[in-house]
Nanobody, 115 residues
Framework: QVRLVESGGGLVQPGGSLRLSCAAS????????MAWYRQAPGKQRELVARITMSGTTNYTESVKGRFTISRDNTKNTVYLQTNSLKPDDTAVYYCNAEWAGTVVWGRGTQVTVSS
């Protein structure tokens, strides 16, 4: 069964860090472009970071310099290291995989940044 399972979310104070993980049960994981999206209450889902099969990354402007996306193809896992978190980063974070017309979403993990 094709699926993505996120973990690592939680409650953190402003300025804190979290490492999100996304474990993928995907044949040919290394071929997929992997991404993290987020959706805050009342807002549209937005792309946070993306990493291609070759390791090329891109980030939404608001997280540049604070978040880092990476992947371990030996573990079929993609990570999002989030540092210097702000209250505006509060959202449900979703893992996404895309390749050759196939799109898979995880169920999300909640990140709450609050003092």
């Amino acid at each position: 069964q094709v699926r993505l399972v996120e973990s690592g979310g939680g409650l953190v104070q402003p300025g804190g860090s979290l490492r999100l993980s996304c474990a993928a049960s995907l044949l040919g994981f290394s071929l997929y472009t992997m991404a993290w999206y987020r959706q805050a209450p009342g807002k549209q889902r937005e792309l946070v970071a993306r990493i291609t099969m070759s390791g090329t990354t891109n980030y939404t402007e608001s997280v540049k310099g604070r978040f880092t996306i990476s992947r371990d193809n030996t573990k079929n896992t993609v990570y999002l290291q989030t540092n210097s978190l702000k209250p505006d980063d509060t959202a449900v974070y979703y893992c996404n995989a895309e390749w050759a017309g196939t799109v898979v979403w995880g169920r999300g993990t909640q990140v709450t940044v609050s003092s």
